[in-house]
Every structure is written in C-alpha cells, then in structure tokens.
C-alpha cells in the first residue's frame, strides 16, 4: 500500500519556463512533507519542506504547495535551469517520525 | 564535517554470503535511519536508531537484516545469507529530527550475483 505517490515518472521542460511536480498522499495523518533532489550516484538532497498548518512555502525558485483536502502536494520551480535536471522525491513525516517516499518524478530540463 | 559517510560504496557478493555496511552519521546527529532503494522506486524505510536505541523496524524487514549502533555514533547494517532480491542502494540517513530533514549519504550499492 503506496501511501505517498507520484504518478509522473518523467517530465520534461524547457529552459526558464515553470516545472511542477505532483504528489499524492493517502494517510491523513502525515503533518509535515518534504522535497528531496537526487542527481545519479548521490544520496537525496534536501530541498524544500512544508508543515500542515501551512498551504505554502516558496525558497528562493522553488515553491511548494499543499492541499490538505486533496491530500496533494506540488513542487513549483521557476525559473527551470538545466542543473535543476534530477529525480525528485516528495516524502512524508507522521510525528517527526521515519519518512515515506514517494517514487520519484525525472526531471530533464532543456537548454 | 564532512556529512554523513557510508563503506563500501560498491559491493558484489555472491549469493548465500553475509554482508555488513557502516554508515558514519553527522556527529551532532541523534536519530540514524536505513533506507533501500531498488531502481525507479523511492527509498524505502527499513529501520531507525535514536542514540543507540532502535526505535522502529520496517515489518517488511527480513529477519536475514539486522542492524546496531552502539554507542550511539556509527551504525553497521548486516545482511546474513544474500538472495538476488537483495541487490538495491542501501542509504543511511541522520537528522536531529525528521522534520528538519535527512541529510542522506551517498549510498552502498549491493549486487547479489
């Protein structure tokens, strides 16, 4: 039972436009989410994280967005940039407690 | 500090062997967790430590995993009687608490053959 999903396994966008990445929760009791960046043969890097009190928090070029009704995240990044190019992984904390992943989203930004 | 360090970064075993992978977390860190990775799918948790105490278990963990972390500092993450299934990324991770975020290490790569 996947409780946190991200049913886009690839997207692709170009340069300086807006990329958007999706997810899904199931368990009405996670309280807070994260974004994670992974570049190949790295462990996942921390990006961005949003309490469930909140419905936004924005970094610099990345916003996230949560819908507690839907049980959805989104992940804004805007300006796309070609670095930005990596597998991102929302997750999802009950309690402070061990995080669930989702399956990741590809992204590859053209030049 | 230079982050969260795990050994081997590779490691090929045949199957039936037993394997140990140590992963050194941030110093200042408390909690240390265990994650598998197989490929095209997130990390998936196995289990976490808080100090030297293992707090939580994945019920998914095989019985063949086991883990410690004495003293509280590093933790090692044994694999007793390898199957091929076996063969994923297996990351560690540290936080003072999740919600401030893991930092991850770079990950050891098991392949069963």
């Known amino acids: 039972d996947q409780q946190v999903k991200q049913n886009s396994p690839s997207l692709s966008v170009q340069e300086g436009r807006i990329s958007i990445l999706n997810c899904d929760y199931t368990?009405?009791?996670?309280?807070?989410f994260l974004w994670y960046k992974k570049y190949p043969a790295e462990g996942p890097t921390f990006l961005i994280s949003?309490?469930?009190?909140?419905d936004k928090n924005e970094d610099g070029r990345f916003t996230v967005f949560l819908n507690k009704s839907a049980k959805h995240l989104s992940l804004h990044i805007v300006p796309s940039q070609p670095g930005d190019s990596a597998v991102y992984f929302c997750a999802a904390s009950e309690a402070g407690n061990m995080l669930t992943f989702g399956g990741g989203t590809r992204l590859m930004v053209k030049p | 500090d230079t982050g969260v360090s795990q050994n081997p970064r590779h490691k090929i075993t045949k199957r039936g062997q037993n394997v140990t992978f140590r992963c050194d977390p941030i110093?200042?860190?408390?909690?240390l967790y265990w994650y598998r990775q197989t490929l095209g799918q997130g990390p998936e948790f196995l289990t976490y430590f808080q100090n030297e105490a293992q707090l939580e278990k994945s019920r998914l963990l095989s019985d063949r995993f086991s883990a410690e972390r004495p003293k509280g500092s590093f933790s090692t993450l044994e694999i007793q009687r390898t199957e091929q299934g076996d063969s994923a990324m297996y990351l560690c991770a540290s936080s003072l608490l999740a919600i401030y975020g893991y930092t991850f290490g770079s990950g050891t790569r098991l392949t069963v053959v």
């Open positions: 368990n009405s009791m996670f309280d807070y």
């Open positions: 110093s200042e860190h408390n909690r």
């Open positions: 949003i309490s469930s009190i909140k």
